[in-house]
């Protein structure tokens, strides 16, 4: 047995992952809190294996313009970790850092990109720090890679990534909101295959 | 005239006055043929150069260069066009993120634009126009009846080819 294709995880194993998902976003929520000084709040985290196509339908249709930062995991687990930013949740992260106001993505200059980054690096350090002292594996990540986009071109990264071994992704969907404003964004982690098996003996669950 | 969606890893063709879309190329390639006498047109997304990528065969042959150029040419032919007359117009093959060392991706849109020229070259069909590379996401508009690739980027405006 063993996983060997998304379609063998069960409902236990979509638990698990769900939990991973929350744990790690509730920690990056509170390190984006202390950072922004404002209320972040998550909801529990959707767990999909999904056709590409479908998950940028699922964010609001192909051409929706995001900023999308990829951090790709090695170690024990391998997989990536993705941030897609939407316009206002961009807005209140460079206001609150920077003091700047976003009407256009275009706007956005050298000193805005890299505080983005450095804000999907710390969060990123925390959600993958979480699931890593729960599941007892050593996770790196490498620094963030930005890029603004159509939401289905940046998406094409890890779907290509992912199309020579299978039709669909997995995906572990965080939701992120500011209590004032009532702002998304999300963050996918797209672990592989091989990876998932691991994370289920690490915790005792049967694969 | 009806707007014909081609999804990822999927072709379809129209004619005359239908207009066939594909959104969001990122790296993989949109790729548009016409026959401008009966005015037959298809469009294919790809996302990967090669079916020998996946040994297992039992993925949709619509998502690699090789194997969906020769099937679009089939359906198109099928519709009433010729070969000898096809002109072909190439979209996308972007690098979205700068830096990715990971193997499997580096440069998979370079190698993408390279799978289509050579599959294109197979099947003796010229490409006429190309807008590949470079780092941003595109849309394609293509109409079978004027033979007009219509792109348009997020971060950069829209143009015909």
């Given amino acids: 047995m063993g996983i060997k294709d998304y379609s063998d995880l069960n409902d236990i194993h979509m638990d698990v992952l769900r939990e991973l998902g929350n744990i ?12 922004l000084a404002k209320t972040v709040d998550i909801s529990v985290p959707k767990i999909s294996v999904l056709d590409y196509g479908q998950v940028a339908e699922q964010l609001g249709g192909p051409e929706m313009m995001c900023v999308g930062l990829m951090l790709s995991l090695s170690g024990d687990v391998e ?8 316009k206002d949740f961009t807005h209140l992260v460079l206001n609150a850092l920077l003091g700047e106001s976003l009407q256009d993505f275009s706007e956005i200059n050298e000193m805005g990109l890299s505080a983005i980054k450095e804000i999907a690096n710390i969060m990123a350090a925390s959600y993958v720090n979480a699931i890593s002292s729960m599941t007892g594996l050593a996770i ?3 620094v963030p890679d930005i890029c603004i986009d159509m939401v289905g ?7 290509i990534h992912y199309a020579n071994i299978s039709d669909q992704i997995i995906y572990i969907e965080d939701e992120f909101h500011s209590m004032e404003e009532n702002l998304t964004s999300h963050i996918l982690m797209i672990p592989d295959v ?3 098996g691991k994370i289920m003996t690490n915790l005792g669950i049967e694969i | 005239m009806s707007n014909i969606v081609v999804g990822i890893s999927d072709l379809n063709i129209g004619k005359g006055s239908d207009v066939l879309v594909t959104y969001a190329l990122g790296s993989c ?5 016409v026959d401008p006498v009966t005015k037959v047109g298809g469009l294919s997304h790809i996302m990967l150069p090669s079916s020998t990528l996946n040994p297992q065969g039992n993925i949709n042959p619509m998502r690699f260069a090789d194997t969906a150029i020769p099937m679009l040419l089939r359906k198109m032919e099928a519709a009433g066009a010729l070969r000898i007359r096809m002109k072909a117009k190439i979209a996308g093959g972007a690098q979205m993120f700068s830096a990715i060392g990971n193997g499997s991706l580096a440069n998979i849109g370079a190698r993408n634009v390279e799978a289509v ?14 807008d590949t590379g470079k780092n941003y996401g595109r849309t394609v508009h293509f109409s079978p009846g004027d033979g007009v690739m219509h792109i348009v980027s997020a971060n950069k405006g829209k143009w015909d080819w």
């Fill in chain 1, 79 to 86: 997989g990536m970790l993705m941030f897609l930013l939407q």
């Fill in chain 2, 29 to 33: 390639i949109g790729i548009c043929i």
């Fill in chain 1, 24 to 35: 790690g976003s509730g920690n990056a929520a509170t390190s984006l809190s202390s950072m």
């Fill in chain 1, 194 to 196: 091989n990876s998932l």
């Fill in chain 2, 117 to 130: 020229k050579s599959a294109l070259a197979k099947e003796r069909i010229p490409i006429i126009a190309e």
């Fill in chain 1, 140 to 142: 790196n990540i490498t």
């Fill in chain 1, 153 to 159: 071109a940046i998406l094409s990264v890890p779907a």
